[in-house]
């Protein structure tokens, strides 16, 4: 069983950056991929990014491909997002999710999932 806590949301201005960190629980996170989601009110959950429980391999969606950052410290048990040069259409419910994601954009393969952390980004 895994447990996850994102943190380090908030309100940004266009161009700023913001981390975020998911706390997991469990000796079992350093063998999952971690992945992050989010979601637009109104709109369905995307796939944002995702790194292997051995952070050999990452992968990214193309609207955030430059700008985010994937990461992980598994003798920390937790992971991170760094969002660099951000836009109003990152404004979202950001969402860590762990599990054997075999088709890693697929929320559904992710078995555990945080509470979700707000960003919004002002224009």
């Known amino acids: 069983q895994v447990q996850l806590v994102e943190s380090g949301g908030g309100l940004v201005q266009a161009g700023g950056s913001l981390r975020l960190s998911c706390a997991a629980s469990g000796r079992t996170f350093r063998s999952y991929v971690m992945g992050w989601f989010r979601q637009a009110q109104g709109k369905e959950r995307e796939f944002v990014a995702r790194i292997t429980g051995s952070q050999s391999t990452t992968d990214y969606a193309d609207s955030v491909k430059g700008r985010f950052t994937i990461s992980r410290d598994n003798a920390k048990n937790t992971g991170y997002l760094q969002m660099n040069s951000l836009t109003p259409e990152d404004t979202a419910v950001y969402y860590c999710?762990?599990?054997?994601?075999?088709?890693?954009?697929?929320?559904?393969?992710?078995?555990?999932w945080g509470q979700g952390t707000p960003v919004t980004v002002s224009s």
């Open positions: 999710a762990a599990g054997n994601a075999f088709s890693f954009r697929d929320g559904r393969q992710y078995s555990y």
